[in-house]
């Protein structure tokens, strides 16, 4: 199976919490990332996350790590129609400056 | 954080022929990476591109197929050589760069490659 996993798609109301969610196979991760990309963009760096934490918040974002089920998730609070994109979970290991990254959760925001 | 620009930002190709992509940074960095994106697919690292030595090319890709060039510490290319139309993709450059305690790669744009 892959290393890192994500569903696929999410649609969620304007206004509405959104929860992404990612699992992970290498109990070494030392730091996870979230990825933000819109159409016709490159990959924009949303926030991170070290394995030691369990929870890390930035204004509407929420990050929590259940490093025990290996759990990664990304909460959006008041998500907003311009939150709609492709939302990347990324894992690195101790040793390896490359992360692996997941297939991507398509975020669809209606009104 | 980093900027990072790419060149061209789309292009429709012929088979057969051969397309490079540029990548420029606002600031010096030591590894640049060039990853590829397929549609519904996660990123794929093709190599990770040093100054002063040769690419590294991870399992699947090799250098006679996608020649990097890095001249200087904010510059690379990628060529996509001999293009079929399996090489459609997007293709990103990507640097890495200290962001608090830890390293974190910063990417481009990304260039959409149709190949026909």
């Known amino acids: 199976g892959e290393d890192v996993e994500q569903s696929l798609f999410l649609s969620v109301r304007e206004g509405d919490s959104s929860v992404i969610n990612c699992t992970y196979t290498d109990s070494s991760s030392t730091y996870l990332y979230w990825y933000k990309q819109e159409p016709g963009a490159g990959l924009q760096l949303l926030t991170y996350?070290?394995?030691?934490?369990d929870m890390k918040q930035d204004q509407r974002l929420t990050v929590l790590l259940n490093k025990k089920d290996k759990h990664l998730s990304l909460r959006i609070a008041d998500t907003q129609t311009g939150d709609s994109a492709i939302y990347f979970c990324a894992e690195k290991v101790g040793g390896s400056y490359i992360p692996t990254f997941g297939r991507g959760t398509s975020l669809i925001v209606h009104p | 954080s980093a900027v990072i620009s790419q060149k061209p930002s789309r292009d429709i190709c012929q088979r057969g022929t051969s397309l490079t992509i540029q990548c420029q940074v606002d600031s010096q960095v030591t590894m640049m990476f060039w990853y590829r994106q397929q549609p519904g697919q996660s990123l794929t690292l093709i190599a990770t591109?040093?100054?002063?030595?040769?690419?590294?090319?991870e399992s699947g890709f090799v250098i006679d197929k996608f020649p990097i060039s890095r001249p200087n510490l904010t510059f690379s290319t990628l060529t996509v050589s001999n293009m079929s139309p399996e090489d459609s993709s997007i293709y990103l450059c990507?640097?890495?760069?200290?962001?608090?305690?830890?390293?974190?790669?910063?990417f481009g744009p990304g260039t959409r490659l149709t190949v026909l």
């Open positions: 591109a040093n100054q002063g030595s040769e690419a590294t090319y």
């Open positions: 996350i070290f394995s030691n934490m």
């Open positions: 990507s640097v890495e760069k200290s962001q608090g305690n830890t390293d974190t790669q910063y």
